[in-house]
């Protein structure tokens, strides 16, 4: 089921009604509310006001439920690809059993920009906020000076707009070292 027909089965419910009550109400077949709410169907606008307009919802309560829905269900099955492809990769060969609900964001970011290429890089972008994916990237691999350097160059002018990168690169590095050496 989905959030949006899981909420209009519980109205149904607790007002006591039956969904071919509702679906004659609004102008619907009871077959068209019923795979609505088993989430086989997704709403219309106009048949998302008219439900709406029944049960006294706010306006786009419904609609707004069933995007967040739908939004949540493409990042996880983005999540689950990636980390699927990364296994592929063999990039996770310390792990005995990876999944995309095991994997921290933090290792999906920072694998997907060694191991993928730029369209699964790209989809990180669809998955988490552009400030967060960079946070990642400067803590987890801009510190790996020369090791990653050619990749992390790339990275900060094509992901990031950094002018100057290797400069920017050397900078991250230096603060890194200072920053463990007042905590040794």
Avoid: C
């Avoid at 983005?78 to 060969?93: I, T």
């Avoid at 967060?132 to 510190?143: D, L, N, P, S, T």
């Amino acid at each position: 089921m989905n959030s949006a027909g899981e909420y209009i089965d519980s109205l149904i419910k607790e007002g006591g009604y039956k969904q071919s009550e509702i679906a004659r109400a609004i102008g619907v077949q009871r077959q068209v509310l019923s795979y609505i709410i088993a989430g086989r169907r997704e709403l219309s606008i106009p048949l998302a006001l008219k439900l709406e307009s029944f049960f006294n919802l706010p306006e786009g309560k419904l609609l707004k439920m069933q995007t967040e829905n739908s939004i949540r269900n493409y990042k996880q099955q983005l999540e689950e690809e990636l980390a699927d492809r990364l296994l592929k990769a063999n990039a996770f060969w310390s792990y005995a059993n990876v999944s995309a609900e095991n994997v921290p964001n933090e290792e999906l970011i920072e694998k997907t920009f060694i191991y993928l290429d730029l369209r699964d890089i790209a989809r990180l972008f669809e998955l988490y906020p552009r400030n967060y994916i960079q946070k990642v990237w400067r803590e987890k691999m801009a510190i790996q000076g020369d090791y990653l350097f050619n990749l992390n160059v790339m990275i900060a002018l094509y992901y990031f707009d950094i002018r100057q990168p290797e400069k920017y690169l050397k900078k991250v590095e230096r603060e890194h070292i200072k920053h463990l050496l007042a905590y040794a």
